[in-house]
């Protein structure tokens, strides 16, 4: 009887092994099957186009593989944050890193402009628990820096526009094409790649900038138009660095005013970031320009940043960010307190 038991149990256990692998083998087709729709459905969502077949075949294995580890984030352990099906679902992580940041990190770090200054809040005690600068009206709307890597001038300008704002009274939207095409003869290199204090240098020695509407943002490194760029809507005296890795002392800036910021942000968790306080594990090697637009905390009591990006409003919280505050590494997560500066009227 014993012996019928057993050879009961193991055919059942093979029967039990033949179902589930069938079953997996009939699922496998309906997979494939509604991830090629989502593919379909997402290229038309986002106007992407294929050159061939080939290229289409390349980049549905990559937005097969971006959507596997998404769905395999989102379902795992809450950490406070979600990843995205986003506009950049078809790219591999080294092709969005190549594309869409665009920070060199500078071999020595100036402590401020030509007239070195100490940090002009040092001192500053007066901060409020939260403050986001959009609720101020002292923050454009979101840009798109597309697949050229000027993060950089996006981050400068952003902090312009918030300084110019608090000056005039009067939210102007700059010109980032301006500093592409005319700021090639120092260490910034248009898409490229450049850096946020070189900018400031440049329209302290320009005499300022113009305005979007006077010279638009074309994405392209060009030949710089002279005509469009003679008539400044804002200018600068100069620009100061943020004292480096310290958190306390960016909070102090970022009470006064907008500050442009170096991060490690061409990660995959960066890449498809999609919503809530990131908290995910990075390094210190900055390789793309932010805005830091205020601060704040969660009812859960997580202390986090604002951040301002440059890739459009499909990413993210409508193209921003907010990344935890007050993190036990002194250059803050991702190393956003390493290399952050502002500029001064």
């Excluded at 000027?150 to 009067?170: H, P």
């Excluded at 409003?313 to 935890?324: A, C, H, K």
Aim: proline share 3%; glycine share 8%.
């Amino acid at each position: 009887m014993a012996k019928q038991n057993q050879l009961s149990f193991l055919t059942s256990a093979t029967l039990l092994v033949i179902i589930v692998s069938v079953s997996e083998t009939l699922c496998r087709p309906l997979v494939e099957e509604h991830l090629l729709k989502q593919h379909e459905e997402w290229m038309a969502i986002h106007g992407r186009i294929y050159k061939d077949a080939v290229e289409k075949a390349k980049r549905y294995e990559i937005f097969k593989e971006n959507v596997k580890h998404i769905n395999a984030f989102n379902n795992g352990k809450d950490v406070g944050y979600k990843m995205a099906v986003n506009k950049f679902a078809d790219l591999t992580n080294e092709e969005f890193r190549a594309s869409y940041t665009g920070y060199k990190r500078r071999p020595t770090r100036v402590l401020s402009s030509v007239d070195v200054k100490p940090f002009k809040y040092a001192n500053f005690t007066a901060i409020p628990a939260a403050l986001d600068w959009r609720t101020k009206k002292a923050v454009t709307s979101v840009k798109d820096q597309g697949g050229c890597g000027c993060c950089w001038a996006f981050s400068a300008v952003a902090a312009m526009e918030g300084l110019t704002q608090l000056k005039k009274r009067k939210l102007v939207p700059l010109s980032v094409q301006e500093l592409v095409d005319c700021d090639v003869n120092g260490k910034d290199k248009g898409c490229r790649g450049g850096y946020m204090d070189s900018a400031f240098e440049f329209v302290i020695s320009n005499g300022g900038l113009t305005t979007e509407a006077e010279y638009p943002y074309q994405g392209t490194d060009r030949t710089c138009n002279k005509a469009k760029t003679a008539k400044h809507a804002a200018s600068i005296t100069g620009y100061q660095d943020v004292p480096a890795n310290n958190e306390k002392a960016l909070l102090q800036a970022v009470a006064n005013q907008p500050v442009s910021v170096a991060i490690e942000g061409g990660g995959l968790k960066f890449q498809l970031y999609s919503s809530g306080v990131f908290t995910g594990s990075c390094g210190t090697d900055i390789d793309h320009a932010v805005t830091v637009v205020g601060y704040g905390k969660t009812s859960g009591g997580i202390k986090y940043w604002l951040l301002k990006n440059s890739w459009s409003t499909e990413w993210g919280e409508s193209g921003y960010m907010r990344i935890q505050r007050d993190v036990s590494s002194k250059a803050g997560l991702c190393g956003l307190a390493m290399n952050a500066s502002y500029p001064t009227a």
